[in-house]
């Protein structure tokens, strides 16, 4: 419910004061009394009156300086002041406007013409007030904007910082934050991809360093875009070597077949790049290894540099099936035939002696599709 509008009365004649209350408080208004001028700019702070009724003819300040009094304060600019005097307002009129006094009342006060100049004022004073209420919430949108779009870009620059290091998928859980903490060491099952060029170890040793550095940029942007397409999260780059694992971070619902369809396509891509390098006179090709199961992850490193890593014999065998993958081959081990056999052609492998595995491994060979 809207309280009611308050009015302030001045004048130093207390039944003139009387009829003015009476007749406006009969109306639904607040009425509040000054006797004097004084008495009335302190009711200005004390009763936020909404408009003010004032007798030009008074003891010690006059109407006249009172209003100039209100107008002086810039939070009374828009206070609705109507001066009401005995005097003829026709003289009068002039030193009231330069007052700063809205309207005019002739002695003795008429009923309907008092309440008509009220209301209208009123309602100007309300339209006033409306604007400053909207205009400062549009101030306080606008800072509250501020505000996010300074946090939005905060966070996108460290979003972009922590993607030098991270996956995006890792950054933005980084970011985000959550109950669980990503960089803490935690177990996950996860798919491990291990890729290496076949070759690159000769090529490093007669190649001069700047083409060892363009032939690795374009293998590496290659491979990138596959790890983004893929939505992987890389854990390293070392040289040629590449480690690649999915279901963590972030979880994925085909770990294995995801791994499988970003392996094959790895391995057109380079095979495209291969003819490249061979027109230079490198003759690389790209070994991948793909092994699941489970591993404990989480950041290590330093203060001042953290990398995300996994550890665990899931990621030896994936090295070390890279490592026997001809050149263009991808060898995967038993449990990711198990999981991808409807959905890629493969073949047999045989049970490889790798190193660090104390029995022979069942692996099998992806064919391209």
Same mark, same amino acid.
């Given at each position: /419910?809207?309280? &009611?509008?308050?009015? !302030?009365?001045?004048?130093?004649?207390?039944?003139?004061?009387?009829?003015? +209350?009476d007749l406006l408080s009969a109306r639904g208004y607040r009425t509040v009394a000054a006797s004097s001028g004084e008495e009335a700019l302190r009711k200005l702070s004390e009763e936020a009156p909404d408009l003010v009724l004032l007798d030009v003819m008074m003891p010690g300040m006059s109407g006249y300086e009172v209003c100039a009094a209100i107008r002086a304060d810039p939070t009374h600019a828009m206070l609705p002041v109507?001066?009401?005097? +005995?005097?003829?307002?026709?003289?009068?009129?002039?030193? #009231?406007?330069?007052?700063?006094a809205d309207d005019f009342l002739s002695k003795p006060v008429a009923q309907a013409e008092l309440l008509a100049r009220v209301k209208s004022l009123l309602r100007i004073k309300q339209l006033y007030d409306e604007v400053q209420?909207? =205009?400062s919430e549009l101030a306080e949108w606008n800072w509250t904007l501020a505000q996010r779009v300074d946090e939005g870009v905060r966070e996108l620059e460290? /979003?972009?910082?922590?993607? =030098?290091?991270?996956?995006?998928? !890792?950054?933005? +859980?980084?970011?985000?934050? #959550?109950?669980?903490? &990503?960089?803490?060491?935690?177990r996950c099952e996860i798919t491990v991809v291990f890729l290496d060029l076949r070759g690159f170890t000769a090529f490093t040793e007669t190649a001069d360093p700047e083409e060892v550095m363009a032939v690795l940029a374009d293998y590496h942007a290659a491979m990138g875009r596959r790890i983004l397409e893929f939505e992987g999260t890389l854990e390293r780059f070392s040289g040629d070597g590449i480690m690649v694992f999915f279901n963590d971070p972030t979880p994925v &619902?085909?770990? +294995? &077949?995801r791994a499988t369809r970003m392996a094959l396509a790895m391995q057109r891509d380079v095979a495209q790049l291969a003819e490249h390098w061979r027109r230079r006179g490198h003759a690389l090709q790209l070994g991948i290894g793909i092994a699941q199961g489970f591993a404990t992850l989480g950041g290590i490193g330093f203060?001042?540099?953290?990398?995300?890593?996994?550890? #665990?014999?899931?990621?030896?065998?994936?090295?070390?099936?890279?490592?026997?993958?001809?050149g263009g081959e991808i060898l995967v081990s038993q =449990?990711?035939?198990g999981l991808i056999e409807d959905i890629a052609q493969g073949e047999p492998a045989g049970d490889l002696?790798?190193?660090?595995?104390?029995?022979?491994?069942t692996a099998f060979r992806l064919r391209g599709s």
């Open positions: /419910m809207t309280a &009611p509008a308050t009015i !302030l009365i001045v004048d130093d004649t207390p039944l003139n004061i009387k009829l003015l +209350a109507v001066l009401v005097t +005995a005097l003829d307002p026709a003289k009068e009129r002039a030193k #009231g406007l330069e007052a700063g209420r909207q =205009r460290r /979003m972009n910082r922590l993607r =030098r290091f991270f996956s995006p998928q !890792l950054a933005e +859980a980084i970011v985000n934050g #959550g109950a669980v903490d &990503p960089l803490k060491s935690h &619902p085909d770990p +294995a &077949p203060p001042g540099r953290i990398d995300y890593a996994a550890i #665990g014999t899931v990621t030896n065998l994936a090295a070390r099936l890279c490592g026997e993958a001809a =449990r990711v035939w002696v790798l190193k660090g595995f104390a029995r022979p491994v």
